[in-house]
């Protein structure tokens, strides 16, 4: 009897575990068919990318710079403690004779406090520079994120784009499979010469081709986006959000209001700004070496020694009680002549001023040559996709045509075939014209600060 509860217990355990691995493989499995909407990869890669984790981290440091700069401005406290044995000749203070062999002990304790009171407002403009760093080191943050989201943007376009090319490509695959049998049908029939079979199954094996590099492109697009999120590929998928045609409503009519805006809010215009009033922070410091420097010092301690040849032998606390002491001291540190430091110092931070001004000219002028590029871009890319519609709208119906003449037997293969490859191209025109629009447009949007997830 309990040999057989036994065997009923350890099923029990078996069908427990049994299940709780079929839960865990479901976990596993829906995780693994997580969609990703475009949001979320955007998100993922702010929140996970090296490189903004370095500049938070950057971000961090400064901030420590900041307390560092700021406790410049607080006294400096110190305390010393030392014991010292000294083993040798020496002289006597009240007898004045010399005394060989004499072996001294001594012990001395001191506390001081030193305050800087005028350092040419060094330690101020040092502190002004450590906040300008962190606020410098903070746009340049802001300003690698936007370019991360961009990217992101790009390559989940580039997935879109790519699964309606195979989505394209499918379709032509079927309808020659389609166009296989109905060729079959007619040789049977005896309405068309059996040489047409022939044509019909290497334009099959042809769009078979076609469909198998389809699928190679979005596979490869669609790790390009894993690898730049950072996140497994295995099971890595997105949410495959439709883009309808896009209008001329998505057009900039004037490059101007984005030029204007970019100028004043764009992070890469503000940190050659921010170099500017850091390079004549610099200056200042540098010119700190011309003025004096003033310090104030308090200084309490005390001296103990003893040897065998003391003519008054005091105790330990005793001794250190008699001749504690009290010491201020004011330090007035004027630059006479520094070997030509000072000056080649202020000089050359008059230089860095000038470098950073012509940096920020550098900057305007490359971020005005962007914009225009990709006002142009967007422009030419509206243009390129209205000629595709049309182009296809053209080749359907040309299309449609020779299908319709082939089918009564007034076109030979070889032309529906020909008629068929301007079709699928001026199709795949239609798909590259029109992610090509939409991400030049998405271009303009990141310039002029707009949410590119939208």
Request: aromatic share 10%.
């Amino acid at each position: 009897m309990r040999k057989k509860e036994m065997i009923n217990i350890n099923l029990q355990q078996m069908k427990n575990i049994l299940v709780a691995c079929l839960i865990l493989a479901g976990v596993s499995s829906f995780a693994q068919q997580k969609t990703w909407t475009l949001q979320e990869c955007v998100n993922h890669a702010l929140e996970n990318n090296i490189t903004v984790k370095q500049g938070e981290n950057t971000l961090l440091i400064n901030e420590q710079d900041i307390i560092a700069a700021r406790g410049q401005f607080l006294p400096s406290f110190n305390g010393s403690l030392g014991q010292r044995m000294s083993i040798g000749s020496g002289f006597d203070p009240v007898t004045n004779q010399r005394i060989n062999n004499q072996t001294t002990h001594s012990f001395n304790y001191n506390l001081s406090v030193n305050q800087n009171v005028f350092n040419g407002f060094r330690t101020l403009n040092l502190y002004k520079q450590s906040q300008l760093n962190r606020e410098t080191n903070e746009l340049e943050l802001n300003r690698i994120k936007d370019d991360i989201s961009l990217n992101v943007v790009n390559a989940y376009l580039n997935v879109l784009f790519n699964k309606e090319n195979l989505e394209t490509a499918t379709a032509q695959y079927e309808f020659s499979e389609k166009q296989l049998n109905q060729v079959q049908d007619l040789v049977d029939a005896g309405v068309q010469p059996k040489a047409n079979i022939f044509d019909a199954e290497a334009t099959l094996s042809r769009d078979a081709q076609q469909v198998t590099l389809a699928e190679n492109n979005f596979t490869l697009s669609l790790l390009s986006l894993s690898q730049l999120l950072q996140v497994p590929f295995e099971g890595f998928n997105i949410e495959f959000i439709s883009i309808d045609d896009p209008s001329a409503a998505l057009l900039y009519s004037d490059v101007k209001p984005v030029l204007n805006y970019a100028l004043e809010n764009r992070n890469e215009i503000k940190v050659a700004e921010k170099d500017i009033e850091n390079a004549k922070l610099g200056t200042e410091i540098s010119k700190a070496g011309f003025y004096p420097s003033v310090s104030l010092g308090y200084g309490f301690g005390s001296v103990w020694s003893e040897s065998k040849n003391d003519f008054i032998k005091q105790a330990f606390f005793r001794e250190l009680d008699l001749f504690k002491g009290h010491n201020l001291s004011l330090n007035v540190n004027i630059p006479i002549f520094s070997r030509f430091q000072n000056k080649t110092a202020v000089a050359k931070s008059k230089i860095q001023e000038e470098n950073s001004k012509l940096n920020l000219d550098q900057a305007k002028l490359n971020l005005e040559s962007n914009i225009q590029r990709a006002f142009t871009d967007a422009q030419a890319a509206f243009k390129a996709f209205e000629a595709a519609k049309k182009s296809l709208e053209s080749q359907s119906l040309a299309f449609n045509n020779s299908k319709e003449r082939y089918d009564i037997g007034a076109m030979t293969a070889f032309d529906l075939e020909q008629a068929r490859v301007q079709l699928i191209n001026a199709e795949s025109s239609l798909i590259n014209a029109k992610y090509d629009f939409v991400f030049k447009t998405k271009v303009l949007d990141f310039y002029m600060g707009k949410s590119l997830t939208n």
